[in-house]
């Protein structure tokens, strides 16, 4: 089995709020649909790179940041995301054997179950909504897949040679 690259856990922390950050930045009223999903690419990512280094922890503290950011029901978005890193870790093993169109299919279904709960939750709540507008944003997700998976690893190899 290969062993898994060193990383500071300084810059996985970076990069795990920077996606937040991104995550948080106002688009335009007919754009937030399309919005990507950088925390739950950022924890994909770092759950399929380094998974003794990022677990359901890293996505429950980042779900409750979230959770209060955007001002939500406390805990929505640290269940999704809970969960989101707990299928990463399931998938592990296959995911990594795959290509990066098949790995960008396999974003798709697990940022598509982390919206489908999502939208559960908001169902719960009181937000009703029956259209799959919400699955948009799982699809450029899956769009971004291989630029920032080829990107963090040029970056990986940066750290690694210096």
């Known amino acids: 089995m290969a062993r ?8 996985i922390w ?8 991104l995550q948080v930045m106002p688009l335009a ?3 937030q649909v399309f919005r990507p999903e950088w925390l739950g690419l950022m924890l994909i990512y770092w759950c399929m790179r380094v998974p003794d280094r990022v677990s ?6 980042l779900g409750l940041l ?8 406390l805990g929505q978005h640290a269940l999704t995301l809970s969960v989101l890193t707990f299928l990463c870790a399931l998938v592990y093993p296959r995911f ?4 990066l169109i098949q790995q960008a299919v396999l974003v798709v279904v697990l940022l598509g179950l982390m919206q489908l709960t999502e939208q559960w939750l908001r169902t719960l709540v009181g937000e009703f909504s029956i259209h ?4 948009y944003s799982a699809l450029v997700s ?3 897949w291989p630029w920032l998976a080829t990107m963090f690893r040029a970056l990986e190899q940066r750290f690694a040679s210096s």
Do not use: K, M, N, Q
């Not at 359901?56 to 503290?61: K, N, P, Q, Y």
């Open 56 to 61: 359901v922890f890293h996505g429950f503290v």
């Open 4 to 11: 898994a690259p060193f990383v500071p856990l300084l810059f």
């Open 66 to 73: 979230l959770d209060l950011i955007e001002g939500t029901l």
């Open 132 to 135: 799959l507008t919400f699955l």
């Open 142 to 144: 899956a769009v971004l």
């Open 14 to 21: 970076f990069t795990l709020l920077l996606a937040l950050c």
């Open 96 to 99: 990594r054997a795959y290509s």
């Open 29 to 31: 009223e007919g754009w």
